[in-house]
């Protein structure tokens, strides 16, 4: 009988190149690297470099020298989002001709006037998104065919945004993930409705984070997903996504953040936790672990 290989767990580290690394990422990083070795899986890296304004390679840079001070090693070449926009645009172009995105014309500037607008004269708050954003509003997904077409003919700057009405009855009811991190574990709902119509693609970024994450895990084979819980509820968004691409799940695993003095989510201007700064500060790796708490 052939022996079939069992395929080795797949993890990665998908660090942002638009800012310095902290210790939130030290522990991300270090967590990733100590869960592929108990599971015998290989560890990958990944520049979500998506964001051409904010991104560049003097910080993806000091990424690399970051983690290789941690030593910590993983699988090469390196993907860089940025290499591979045709990817994400051939899951977008699969989604259009699903008939699940539409064209959004209306600015940042014209959202929050529109909601401000609302809130005013309602008295009542907008609806928003989990991480505070208001919902985008339904005006560009009501226009008719004709309407969008004339506005795309004009060259009218548009996002693609994700027809959440239409799209969130393609997950079905059952749909969740499998989740072994740091809050809740085991079989989770997902509830991609909190974040409305998501973007996928900007007239100035080819692809959004949702969008370009969720094609590279699947194209990477990654099999586990260790990051931090600031982007538990982005995970409804990306099951969904998996579900309408026919991609397949990752098991997900979201850690607990490491806090600032203030009590707040450590940011990429906050020096003084800045990986960098404690390393030219004397810090040694195992002082990171510590810090950490691994
Ligand atoms: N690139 C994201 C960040 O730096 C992480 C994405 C992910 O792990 O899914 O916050």
Known sequence: ????????????????????LHLGHALSALLNRDMADAANGRLLLRIEDI????????FERGILDDLDWLDIAFERPIRRQSEH????????ERLKMLDLVYPAFMTRGEVKTHVAAYEAQSGKPWPRDPDGSPLYPPLDRQRSDGERAALLAAGAKHAWRLDMECAAPHGGSGLGWMETGDSATGRLPADP????????????????????VTVDDALQ????VVRGLDLFHATSVHRLLQVLLDLPAPVYHHHRLILGPDGRKLSKSLGDTGLKTLREEGA???DIRRLVGL
């Open 193 to 212: 409705r909190q974040w409305g119509d998501v973007v996928l693609s900007r007239s100035d970024a080819p692809s959004s984070y949702h969008l370009s």
């Open 1 to 20: 009988m052939p022996v079939v290989a069992r395929q080795s767990p797949v993890f990665r580290f998908a660090p942002s190149p638009n800012g310095p």
């Open 85 to 92: 926009f045709d990817a994400y645009a051939q899951a977008l």
């Open 221 to 224: 084979g990654v099999t586990h």
């Open 51 to 58: 964001d051409l304004t904010r991104c560049t390679p003097e």
């Open 284 to 286: 040694s790796t195992s």
